[in-house]
């Protein structure tokens, strides 16, 4: 499958991309993760892109599509990609549409994950996430915590929350996303490409995006 997860912070991308991934093979590209990772790393893309992603602000659109120009040609992407967190300005999404078309490859659809304001904030403040950059598994201190608090299920690594959730930085990101990514909703239903489900069951999204792609 080739989808976009689009949804606010807190929407349930990165949890629904990692069920979609069980399902065909299909790889889970977030730009978080990857941006997440090279701050840890403490590469020159991570020194750039951290007092960004701190304050809750958006990296530059330059740094986004160097990033997935190389990601998207890699081997793995062949069987599918589900992109979590990309596009998320009109011009990453002029320019990936650019990056389809040089690549050969064409989505499927683009998933937009509707959840409540009130359901968001409530899950990014109990959100826990593995601070392994090879793992990044997410947890929710609520709604599906690992089995010894503070632990990774997966890689037995502290799982922690992330620089970008203090109270201000997730106020910052929701109105940034109402800014600059709500409008990609229109941008992708103007091409009939555009799949809204209501994403307060993961589990509920994975069934209807599997119906529709014709896998159920
Ligand atoms: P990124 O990592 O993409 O963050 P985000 O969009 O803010 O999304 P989140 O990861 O916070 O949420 P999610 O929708 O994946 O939800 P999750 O599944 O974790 O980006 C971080 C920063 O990097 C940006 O602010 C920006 O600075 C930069 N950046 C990244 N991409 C960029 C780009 N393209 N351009 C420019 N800058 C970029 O779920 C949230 C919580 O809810 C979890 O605890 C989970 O367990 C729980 N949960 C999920 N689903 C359910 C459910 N159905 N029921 C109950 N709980 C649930």
């Given at each position: 499958?080739?989808?976009?997860?689009?949804?606010?912070?807190?929407?349930?991308?990165?949890?629904v991309a990692k069920l979609l991934t069980k399902i065909d093979g299909s790889v889970q590209i977030?730009?978080?993760?990857?941006?997440?990772?090279?701050?840890?790393a403490g590469t020159d893309?991570?020194?750039?892109?951290?007092?960004?992603?701190?304050?809750g602000d958006l990296v530059p659109d330059s740094l986004i599509m160097g990033i997935m120009e190389e990601r998207l040609?890699?081997?793995?992407?062949?069987?599918?990609?589900?992109?979590?967190?990309?596009?998320?300005t009109i011009p990453q999404a002029e320019a990936l549409d650019v990056l389809l078309d040089k690549i050969g490859?064409?989505?499927d659809f683009v998933v937009n994950l509707d959840?409540?304001?009130?359901?968001?904030?409530?899950?990014?403040?109990?959100?826990?996430?593995?601070?392994?950059?090879?793992c990044q598994a997410i947890y929710n201190v609520k709604s599906m915590p690992s089995k010894v608090e503070g632990i990774c299920d997966k890689c037995g690594s502290k799982t922690v929350q992330r620089a970008d959730e203090t109270v201000e930085a997730i106020s910052k990101r929701l109105d940034t996303y109402d800014e600059m990514t709500a409008p990609l909703a229109d941008f992708y239903d103007k091409k009939g490409q555009l799949f809204t489900v209501v994403a307060t069951s993961s589990d509920?999204?994975?069934?209807?995006v599997t119906k529709k792609l014709g896998i159920a």
């Open positions: 499958m080739k989808l976009i997860l689009l949804g606010a912070p807190g929407a349930g991308k990165g949890t977030s730009t978080g993760d990857i941006l997440r990772g090279a701050v840890n893309l991570g020194k750039e892109a951290k007092a960004y992603m701190d304050a040609q890699e081997d793995d992407c062949k069987n599918g990609f589900l992109l979590d967190g990309f596009p998320r490859a064409k989505l959840v409540p304001r009130d359901v968001i904030y409530d899950r990014l403040t109990t959100r826990r996430t593995c601070e392994n950059p090879e509920k999204v994975v069934e209807e």
